[in-house]
Antibody, heavy 116, light 110 residues
Framework: EVQLVESGGGLVQPGGSLRLSCAASGFTFSRHDMHWVRQDTGDRLEWVSAIGAAGDTYYSGSVKGRFTISRENAKNSLFLQMDRLSAADTAVYYC??????????WGRGTMVTVSS | QSVLTQPPSVSAAPGQKVTISCSGSSSNIGNNYVSWYQQLPGTAPKLLIFDNNKRPSGIPDRFSGSKSGTSATLDITGLQTGDEADYYCATWDNSLSVGVFGGGTKLTVL
């Protein structure tokens, strides 16, 4: 079964850090571009970051310089290191696979709450 | 403010048809494939349409997509109460090198 399972979310104070992980299974992880997409409390979907199968990385303007995406193909894992967090980063974070030029597989998401 | 513009809500009666629009620019929709997603309450988004007008396996042909210039549309025919959900369009923006989503459209089946 093709599956993406996120972990690492939680409550963090403003200015703090979190590292999200995504465990992939059921497909050849190394062949796919992978993305992080978040959904805020108003249900708006926002693209966050991407890492290509070749390791090229991309970031939204709102997280560039604070977030770092990475992958470990040997462990079928995707990561998002989030630093200098603010309330605006509060959201559900989804790990997403790209297939056929689209986000064809989504995890269930992990909640990140930034609050004092 | 989302890069892609969708109507906040649409509604229609069971059995009827709705069209959801998604407007962008030449740097995103105009030069890239558009995809559409359905998000039922409490669940993750699910791919409905890819490459502007193709359906993944298991998506009924009541759902169809099209693109013209810098706009795309999602049509849903034969509406069912189970279609009540939020619908999002998405694509890549070449000038910003970022993924972009529409603001989402809430479908109500009256």
């Amino acid at each position: 079964e093709v599956q993406l399972v996120e972990s690492g979310g939680g409550l963090v104070q403003p200015g703090g850090s979190l590292r999200l992980s995504c465990a992939a299974s059921g497909f050849t992880f190394s062949r796919h571009d992978m993305h992080w997409v978040r959904q805020d409390t108003g249900d708006r979907l926002e693209w966050v970051s991407a890492i290509g199968a070749a390791g090229d990385t991309y970031y939204s303007g709102s997280v560039k310089g604070r977030f770092t995406i990475s992958r470990e193909n040997a462990k079928n894992s995707l990561f998002l290191q989030m630093d200098r967090l603010s309330a605006a980063d509060t959201a559900v974070y989804y790990c997403v696979r790209v297939g056929s030029n689209a986000f064809d597989m989504w995890g269930r998401g992990t909640m990140v709450t930034v609050s004092s | 403010q989302s890069v892609l513009t969708q109507p906040p809500s649409v509604s229609a009666a069971p059995g009827q048809k709705v069209t959801i629009s998604c407007s962008g620019s030449s740097s995103n929709i105009g030069n890239n494939y558009v995809s559409w997603y359905q998000q039922l309450p409490g669940t993750a988004p699910k791919l409905l349409i890819f490459d502007n007008n193709k359906r993944p396996s298991g998506i009924p042909d009541r759902f169809s997509g099209s693109k013209s210039g810098t706009s795309a549309t999602l049509d849903i025919t034969g509406l069912q109460t189970g279609d009540e959900a939020d619908y999002y369009c998405a694509t890549w923006d070449n000038s910003l090198s970022v993924g972009v989503f529409g603001g989402g459209t809430k479908l109500t089946v009256l």
